[in-house]
């Protein structure tokens, strides 16, 4: 060994034997002066040259201006005829050319080497050419690297090829000139050479479809014998059948299963790959059709090699995913790797056999899977945990094994996010099974009694607050609970005295129990659990069915970003009147569900579901919903603040008024406050040609309809977007407000320069463009409100504005649609998860609730069912609300 | 993968990584700029490839949206990654072939040791089997006749033409 050590010094120095420990920047580059030593010491600056290329490997950042010093420094070695230092120059130089300044100066050097006669310089010397040319200098050595790319030297004719590959992503035109050096080297012997000039090729011809195909087609006729190459080809033709959306009797289809028999193993399986990707791509496959692909890549799941079975099973993964028919041919040969060293195949394995499984299979799978997960990392466990949940809706008869394997898997080590897996997946087959629910929730009960994930406790708690007293025998989750208010720390007794509440206010037999524990709480240490136990004692103490529900059950009904908002400006103005809380914005649910499907079920402890306002105002930083942005905007505007229209009830999503690719694009937002309506529309000129001014929008209200005020818009610039109001006021007669109106755009319009955007004149013509009708529909005007408990909220109402009616829903023949056309037509919160029809059956009831501007609460009752004369859904609607013509208003828009 | 360039296409290897035990980088190239835009994303990278003892132990996994191999020899890992579209028996192929050079030219002395004190020879290596990404040659016969056809004769350095001279040898009777 002793005879590879260059420099006995640098050793020295180093200690440990590596000469590069310790090593500093300013130092190196102090060095780098040598360069300029004459004559050049070619082992001295390789090592210097070595320890600066070392120093940007690891990560430092050397300056504009140390780059260039270097940069320039280095181009003095060029004096040197060492072949080893040349090397090492041209790696400085693709190093520094994207920092150093000035570096095309060593162009005509570079030109030399590669066109000379050392043949080690060449391919190298093509490459640091690459990286310092631009598109102007391309053209000046566009010569040489057309010569390059048909050189006989295979190593040549690579550096030039793939150089040009890497500067078609800047100097795409000059390259595509180079076609017929590219269709030349395609036919080279050298299979490196071949397979860097087909991609050259194809990229050249990309854009010519017609020219693709029959590059393709050549190319599958003269068989390539680079590996690289026919994998190449094979994701060309896979784009080619994407886009072309030819047939299964493609010709490219046909080429990529005639390698499937190809000598290469890398071949075989890109063509597995590429077919898997092709077939489960398209909903309408049969198993028969991937079987080519899957029996190759059943062979490499005996490969020895890990990485081919690798391969195999996680391509076999992807077609479970989407045919599990099509891979049940494996099943045995899954089973074997579930054993497999490789624990990602293992799992992958797993996670596949969990897909294409039988129901009878399940209990084997779970005992085979119980003796390994210990062993996997918690990454892979949770990839496990979520192939059970999906196992869970597939076979909901399987819960119980499914859910003692869960709580098996609950009671190991584990991290917050792997705990909130599976908490998570035992939640969802809680929900989805009614079944499941008791056993569900004992072992949830287990688990927290041992859990040291605070936000999964609270998840957990208020999970028992909400199920547990609606099960048949509530009365054994109350020691859990209290447990928890006795041993845990301020946030997990915050939630546990809110799930107590929960109790009491459902479970009378219980209330007497739960108000001594709840009296016990309130000599708690912490503020906030004494705050809560006071709360609901006082709550729970007055046996009011209609304070429980409103003030335990049910969520807050309003945001609480926006509940602040009011409350700081009534303590601003002091008035007489108390304070009311229908002036509030009410929260809009869908905007809450959202979120919380975007945060990702595994990351279950993100989700945590907060309902009691305490827990609320805790949640950390208050966004600002989208209602109070609008409310800003609106606010900023003088005539429409000046209304003082009071707080802004709800605002619509947008609506085209215009198709998208016309001259002027228009959206309409309906902002409802209790009375008004303030339609804000939002207009864009699509038109460099024009200046549009004082655009406004002339609307024609029906009867009762009054237009409190316009703001127009002054200027209208092309591509920037403007914005007009209307401020109506709405039909006293409630029954009467919904309506559509017709609306023009009218402006005046100014011929301008497209490049400069000033008017070629001062005078412009008046002209008016047809915008679609706006329509003020129920939807716009009712919020939508979660009731936990529907029929306590329903029977509170009570039915003094009761209506009812039949209707016939012609246009629907699915219970499922029928139940999102009324959702969506009334714009009120589905209850109960009444939202979900449950397959196979053909009446369905739907629980709808919601608040009807200027505060009036509004619950639907809808019987759907399938009416086998006529062909449709037949709807019976009941509505009850606090104002008669509200109800009547709704029974009226639907019919 | 509807609008990726041809060059992305072509790209078969994202990073190219050796670690020593420890787990401090010894060589590093990143290729794929997108996924390693910057030091603290490939310090996080080689971290995880540390930690990942499915990896370590037996080749081959996932790290994050990356398929990921590994391989041990002496002191030295080397990790080479690709994406999750791409192929990774061609990763293997590429694995292969630095490592099977690097053996075979410092002889059975390959080692954390012999990379650092010859690491002008392995730049020039790596920079034969791949550019930014795209694979160059990996018939490790091919890599050496290349370089060596020359290197003997560089009299100031006769390091690399040595190593070279003797990787022919050893490549030409296996």
């Not at chain 1, 010491?41 to 490997?57: A, S």
């Not at chain 1, 040609?689 to 609307?699: G, I, R, S, T």
């Not at chain 2, 995880?48 to 002191?75: A, G, P, W, Y």
């Amino acid at each position: 060994m002793s005879s590879f050590r260059k420099d006995k010094k640098d050793e020295e120095e180093g200690g440990s034997g590596n000469p590069f420990n310790n090593l500093e920047k300013a130092s190196v580059l102090q060095e780098a002066r040598a360069f300029n030593d004459t004559p050049v010491n070619p082992r001295k600056c390789t090592q210097i040259l070595t320890k600066i290329l070392y120093l940007i490997n690891q990560g430092e950042t050397l300056g504009a201006r140390e780059a260039t010093d270097a940069f320039f420094a280095m181009t003095k070695l060029f004096q040197s005829k060492d072949v080893i230092l040349r090397r090492m120059v041209y790696l400085g130089i693709k190093e520094l050319a994207p920092i150093a300044e000035d570096v095309i100066i060593v162009t005509s050097i570079l030109t030399k080497d590669m066109t000379g006669k050392e043949d080690l310089y060449r391919p190298a010397a093509i490459r640091a050419l690459c990286a310092i040319t631009d598109t102007t200098m391309l053209q000046a050595i566009e010569r040489y690297m057309r010569q390059a790319i048909v050189d006989k030297i295979p190593a040549v004719s690579c550096a030039a090829l793939v150089s040009s590959l890497h500067m078609c992503q800047y100097s795409g035109e000059i390259v595509k000139r180079w076609v017929n050096e590219a269709q030349e080297a395609v036919n080279s012997d050298n299979i490196m050479v071949q397979y860097h000039a087909l991609g050259l090729l194809y990229h050249i011809r990309k854009s010519d479809r017609l020219a693709v195909s029959k590059l393709v087609t050549k190319c599958t006729r003269m068989v390539l014998k680079s590996p690289y190459a026919a994998c190449l080809l094979i994701r060309i033709a896979c784009r080619l059948i994407k886009e072309e959306e030819t047939g299964p009797d493609s010709p490219y289809l046909e080429f990529i299963e005639s390698c499937l028999r190809h000598k290469s193993e890398i071949v075989i399986y890109e063509a597995a790959q590429a077919l898997v990707n092709l077939k489960t791509s398209t909903s309408s496959t049969s198993s028969r059709e991937l079987g080519p692909a899957v029996s190759v890549l059943q062979l490499f799941c005996s490969s020895p090699k890990p990485t081919l079975r690798f391969a195999a099973v996680r391509t076999l993964n992807k077609v479970a995913m989407t045919n599990p028919a099509a891979v049940a041919a494996c099943n045995l040969d899954l089973e074997n790797l579930i054993t497999d060293v490789n624990r990602s195949i293992a799992t992958l394995a797993i996670t596949t056999l969990l897909k294409t499984g039988a129901e009878s299979s399940v209990d084997r799978l779970m005992k085979q899977i119980a003796t390994f997960v210990s062993e996997i990392s918690d990454e892979f466990k949770i990839v496990v945990v979520g192939a059970i949940r999906a196992l869970g809706t597939k076979f909901p008869r399987k819960h119980g094994v499914l859910m003692n394997f869960l709580s098996s898997l609950l009671r190991d080590e584990g991290g917050l996010e792997y705990k909130a897996a599976i908490a998570d997946t035992i939640i969802t087959i809680i929900s989805d099974n009614p079944e499941a629910k008791e056993a569900g929730l004992s072992h949830l009960c287990e688990f927290i009694e041992d859990c040291e994930h605070t936000s999964l406790a609270v998840r957990i708690l208020h999970l028992l607050g909400k199920e547990g007293p609606r099960t048949k025998q509530p009365s054994r989750y109350i020691r859990f609970i209290y447990n928890r208010v006795i041993l845990e720390n301020a946030s997990v007794r915050a939630a546990a005295v809110s799930a107590l509440a929960k109790f009491g206010a459902l479970c009378d037999d219980l209330l007497p129990a739960i108000l001594v524990l709840l009296a016990r709480c309130r000599m708690d240490t912490d503020d906030e659990v004494r705050d809560r136990a006071t709360y609901y004692y006082a709550i729970l103490d007055q046996q009011s069915r209609a304070l429980n529900s409103q003030y335990i059950l049910n969520p807050l009904p309003v945001s609480v970003t926006s509940l602040e908002k009011a409350l700081h400006l009534y303590t601003l103005d002091p008035v007489d009147t108390p304070f009311d809380i229908k002036s509030v914005p009410l929260a809009l649910e869908s905007e809450t569900a959202e979120a919380e499907k975007k945060a990702g079920a595994p990351e279950g402890s993100r989700t945590i579901q907060i309902e009691s306002t305490f827990e609320m105002l805790q949640a950390a930083e208050p966004t600002a919903t989208r209602l109070d942005v609008f409310a800003s905007q609106l606010a900023n505007v003088p005539s429409v603040a000046a209304l003082n229209l009071g707080p802004l009830f709800k605002s619509s999503q947008p609506s085209d008024l215009t198709e998208s690719e016309t001259e002027y694009v228009v959206q309409c937002i309906k902002h409802v406050f209790s009375r008004h309506v303030v339609l804000q529309f939002d207009c864009t000129n699509t038109l460099s040609d024009q200046l549009l001014e004082n655009v406004h929008v002339a609307l024609e209200a029906p009867e009762g309809w009054e237009i409190l005020a316009e703001v127009p818009c002054p200027r209208l610039e092309y591509n920037v977007s403007g914005t007009v109001y209307i401020v109506l006021r709405m039909p006293e007669e409630i029954s009467e407000c919904l309506g559509s109106f017709t609306a023009v755009l009218k402006y005046k319009v100014r011929d301008c320069d497209p490049a400069t955007g000033l008017p070629d004149s001062d005078d412009g013509y008046n002209d008016e463009y047809a915008l679609e009708d706006v329509e003020i529909s129920v939807a716009d005007q009712v919020q939508r409100v979660m009731k936990t408990d529907f029929a306590m909220a329903w029977e509170e109402i009570g039915p003094t504005n009761e209506l009812e009616d039949t209707y016939a829903l012609t246009a629907l023949n699915k219970l499922d649609d029928a139940v999102r056309t009324v959702v969506q037509f009334l714009g009120m919160q589905a209850c109960d998860r009444t939202d979900r029809v449950p397959p196979g059956k053909s009446t369905h009831a739907l629980l709808l609730a919601g608040v009807f501007r200027g505060g009036y609460e509004v619950l639907v009752r809808t019987k759907l069912a399938m009416s086998p004369q006529t062909e449709g859904v037949t709807m019976h609607l009941c509505v009850r609300s606090e104002d008669p013509s509200v109800s009547e208003l709704i029974t009226q828009a639907v019919g | 993968m509807g609008d990726r360039s041809v060059f992305d296409m072509m790209r078969s290897i994202s990073a190219l990584v050796l670690l020593d035990l420890d787990g401090s980088r010894l060589i590093a190239h990143y290729y794929d700029k997108a996924t390693f835009p910057d030091l603290k994303s490939q310090k996080v990278f080689e971290r995880k490839v540390m930690r990942q003892k499915t990896l370590l132990k037996s080749e081959i996994s996932f790290i994050d949206d990356l398929i990921c191999l590994n391989l041990n020899h002496s002191d030295i890992r080397f990790f080479v990654a690709g994406p999750l579209g791409g192929n990774e028996l061609v990763m293997k192929e590429f694995l292969a072939c630095v490592v099977e050079l690097l053996r075979v030219m410092f002889k059975e002395t390959l080692s954390c040791q012999s990379l650092m004190e010859n690491m002008h020879a392995v730049f020039i290596l790596l920079d034969e089997i791949c550019e930014a990404g795209v694979i160059l040659e990996t018939n490790p016969l091919t890599i050496v006749d290349r370089l060596r056809a020359r290197s003997v004769r560089s009299i100031e350095d006769m390091t690399l033409g040595e190593l070279l001279e003797f990787a022919k040898e050893k490549l030409m009777t296996m």
